[in-house]
């Protein structure tokens, strides 16, 4: 026995851990509750179909008729907030996205709807031009191909605003053009709508190669070129502070990196900036697909790996984490008080 006073004690880490509540109190602020999910949901303009989409097992685009019954059980097991992305078959795609705006876009079919059936459910919108576009980009643009800004930002406004007039509580602009916050920022103003709609900015979206599964699912990809010219290059940590500092500068009222888990650096670094706004983190299909694919490979255990990839979201700073596999996830809280 020794004592001298020197900490022999101090440095025994197992003495935190030796048992499941107090590993539990070492990482209460990983916890993931129903309230840190958002699930993307793909609506097709076909109301009675349900589509396999074939590089997202699991993964369905559901007519405004089928969507009832798809939520419903989630809802009950606590699903709070949905993001809605429109697929068009045969709605007309033209230079404008005109369509984006219209009654033909079947997200501002389906948002009456949704709040009818689900009085509780926050409803987020994807906002954007490429799945209505002739060219499949997310802007308009001018006669060299090239964006047009200004266009731009004025139709993903209006955009906006549609969705905001048939009942969306939160605009996520996921366009990347310049300005855009602030558009829409001021055309909900001038609507008497600031007050009721939120902006969750798609702030650091970068021009990842992990996007194309959802291309598929949203028949979305664009005709000629890449969007290395609106999103963000992936070397740079510059310019997604850059970005972020812009869409705070223009009134977003929550932040997101997209996608995340190869992008925890700049969550981390996004959510030490900027603590005073919920940091959401999009999950994409191909990151979706990696983790499917390797569990059904038998390489990993999927409940054990996503389970370990919610903690280290929430670790490096996440709040909300917008994912595919929210319908798995919350089965797994509502069968364990923990999951
Ligand atoms: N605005 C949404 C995307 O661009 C892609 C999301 C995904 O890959 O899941
Ligand atoms: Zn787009
Ligand atoms: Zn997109």
Request: proline letters at 6%.
């Amino acid at each position: 026995m020794n004592y001298t006073g020197i900490p022999q004690n101090k440095h025994i880490l197992h003495s935190s851990i030796s048992n499941k509540t107090l590993r539990d109190w070492q990482g209460l602020s990983c916890n993931i509750t129903p309230n840190n999910l958002m699930y993307p949901i793909f609506i097709v303009d076909e109301p009675d179909s349900i589509q396999v989409i074939p590089s997202m097992p699991g993964i369905y685009r559901f007519g405004l008729n089928k969507l009832k019954d798809h939520l419903a059980p989630l809802v009950s097991k606590g699903l709070q907030s949905v993001l809605l992305f429109g697929v068009t078959n045969s709605v007309p795609k033209d230079e404008n996205g005109t369509h984006a705006s219209t009654q033909y876009n079947p997200v501002i079919q389906a948002l009456p709807m949704l709040k009818m059936w689900f009085p509780n459910l926050t409803i987020a919108c994807d906002v954007c031009l490429c799945a209505y576009t002739s060219h499949g980009h997310c802007g308009v643009l001018q006669a060299d191909g090239t964006i047009n800004n200004p266009s731009s930002i004025e139709r993903i406004a209006q955009v906006g605003l549609s969705y905001a007039k048939a009942g969306a509580h939160v605009l996520a602009p996921s366009d990347m053009m310049d300005g855009r916050i602030g558009a829409i920022k001021q055309i909900l103003r001038e609507h008497g709508l600031a007050n009721k709609v939120a902006v969750l900015s798609y702030t650091a979206k970068f021009a990842s190669n992990l996007y194309g599964p959802f291309r598929d699912a949203s028949k979305s990809a664009p005709a000629f070129g890449d969007r290395k010219c609106y999103q963000l290059p992936y070397e740079s940590t510059g310019l997604a502070l850059r970005a972020a500092a812009r869409d705070v500068e223009e009134g977003a009222d929550m932040l997101m990196v997209k996608p995340v888990l190869i992008y925890m650096d700049i969550v981390k670094e996004l959510k030490n900036r900027y603590p005073e706004y919920p940091m959401f983190v999009y999950q994409v299909s191909g990151e979706y697909a990696m983790i499917h694919h390797a569990a059904k490979a038998g390489a990993i255990d999927l409940r054990l790996l996503l389970t370990e990839v919610l903690a280290s979201l929430r670790r490096s700073g996440a709040d909300v984490i917008i994912t595919y596999f929210a319908p798995q996830i919350l089965e797994w809280i509502h069968g364990k008080s923990k999951l």
